[in-house]
């Protein structure tokens, strides 16, 4: 949505944003116009793999979707030597709050496919593939159409730009689980199983599709990759923070006044972002607490707005960068009610392969429900919070953990909230046969 850029009260120029609203962008002829593809000349005409691999690991680029992964140290630990080796991107995207990928495809499908083109070459991969979240379907109508231009100017396929490399690429729609976008279990669905995690080790970097060595990288990630070639890795890593390089696109929903995607240099206060550029919450409402990425991520409150938006602040302030998706909630919105929301989501969407996972998301819901409607006691948060505390650590995945981190984290922050909740619920309900208070509306604007 909006292409803004700040760090610092310095204005910087946008990387993925730049000229977003182009007009006609998803269309090989302007994205072209714009220089698109060029990088992919330059490094099939005068660049080896290894090249492209140092321009990556100068760039100092960490993964997008999630773990903040180096994005060059992954694409290193793809073995040499002759063998079916595939590049996956992951465009899931089903965190709750995330939509900055959505937007980089549908505005700009080339700018994905020119950097899958580019880490498949550095990578030895000959084989890609989209794996596109089922809902997206107007966005994997456009990736189809994009992908029958660049194959038609061979851009994909047999001797691509006329050099030895080869690709070929197929956009996959997914199903519509939150779990596939677990690395592991997209891995499973894109195989046509069941989408279930898999035990790491072994890594995809070394057993992944078809148990061939496979390089799983988020969307935004792979569409970085261009611009890191145009700019030199060690002038990209000039954009951000040390060890949080470049710029991040950030999805802002929530109660703010102007929801949507922004880019900003990593680094940037995030009181910048969500009052600055979001609008901030609505007059006469303060921030109560926020999701720094996405609804996995710890809660912050309002006095933690200050904190630079990076990798490393965020998680020295007790939360992460995750999918970059900052989700707000003002003083209006009851802590328990966003609670409740959040437990109901992972119990829906644990795949229950693992006990910890599977029971504790449900015990979560139905312990929320009894604070919800006076039947709990303040005891009752002790042992929800434990609950929590036995689900971190201890699953074949972190959906898990993605319950236990942020509900663990509003009860020890909103301790106070959560026993006046129950207090007033069982005075108003003293028979506790009230039914749970209906859905905050917690993405707002999600669907701009
Ligand atoms: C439950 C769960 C859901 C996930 N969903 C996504 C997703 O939708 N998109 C994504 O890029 N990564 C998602 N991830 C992270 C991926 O497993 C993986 O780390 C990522 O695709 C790697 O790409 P990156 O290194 O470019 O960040 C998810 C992880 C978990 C545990
Ligand atoms: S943590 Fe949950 S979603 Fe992940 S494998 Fe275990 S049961 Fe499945």
């Known amino acids: 949505m909006s292409t803004t850029t700040a760090s610092n009260g310095e204005r910087a120029q946008p990387i993925l944003f730049r000229g977003i609203d182009e007009e006609g962008l998803h269309t090989l002829e302007v994205y072209r116009r714009r220089g698109g593809y060029d990088s992919l000349k330059r490094v099939l005409d005068a660049m080896s793999p290894a090249d492209v691999l140092a321009e990556l690991q100068a760039s100092g680029l960490r993964g997008r979707g999630g773990a903040g992964f180096q994005m060059g140290k992954k694409v290193s630990f793809m073995p040499a030597g002759q063998m079916d080796k595939y590049l996956i991107c992951n465009a899931d995207e089903s965190e709750p709050g995330t939509f900055k990928d959505r937007e980089l495809m549908q505005k700009s499908p080339h700018m994905l496919i020119e950097g899958m083109i580019i880490a498949a070459y550095a990578a030895g991969a000959n084989r890609a593939f989209i794996y596109i979240r089922g809902e997206y379907q107007a966005q994997a109508d456009i990736l189809d159409a994009a992908l029958v231009e660049a194959q038609a100017e061979g851009l994909v396929g ?16 997914g199903a519509g689980a939150y779990i596939c976008g677990e690395e592991t279990g997209l891995l499973d669905s894109l195989e046509g199983k069941r989408g279930n995690p898999r035990l790491k080790p072994p890594f995809p970097a070394n057993q992944g599709l078809y148990q061939g060595p496979t390089l799983i990288n988020n969307v935004e990630t792979l569409a970085t990759v261009p611009h890191i070639i145009r700019m030199g890795g060690a002038e990209y890593a000039k954009v951000g923070t040390e060890t949080s390089t470049g710029t991040k696109l950030v999805s802002v929903s929530g109660n703010v006044q102007r929801p949507g995607n922004y880019e900003v240099e990593l680094g940037t206060p995030s009181r910048e972002i969500i009052y600055g550029l979001a609008g901030g919450p609505p007059e006469g409402r303060t921030v109560k607490l926020w999701f720094p990425g ?12 200050d904190v630079p938006y990076d990798f490393d602040a965020l998680a020295k302030a007790g939360s992460m960068l995750g999918s970059g998706a900052i989700i707000v909630v003002d003083d209006s919105v009851p802590v328990v009610a966003v609670a409740l ?5 992972y119990k829906h969407e644990s795949c ?32 929800m919070a434990s609950v929590q505390e036995q689900i971190i650590g201890n699953c074949l995945c972190v959906l898990g953990d993605a319950m236990a981190m942020p509900i663990g984290s509003m009860v020890a922050k909103f301790r106070d909230e959560f026993e006046a909740h129950i207090e007033a619920a069982r005075t108003r309900n003293p028979f506790g046969d009230e039914q749970p208070s209906p859905d905050p509306v917690l993405v707002q604007g999600a669907a701009a």
Not at 341 to 345: E, G, I, M, R
């Open 341 to 345: 929301k959040l437990a109901k989501f």
């Open 158 to 173: 047999e001797r691509i730009l006329d050099s030895d490399f080869e690709l070929t690429l197929v956009v996959h729609r």
């Open 294 to 305: 996405g609804s996995s991520a710890p809660v912050l409150t309002g006095d933690d707005l």
């Open 352 to 383: 229950g392969k693992c006990t910890p996972c599977r029971e504790g998301t449900r015990w979560t819901v139905s312990m929320l429900e009894r604070v919800d409607n006076g039947l709990a006691t303040p005891m009752d948060l002790d042992i």
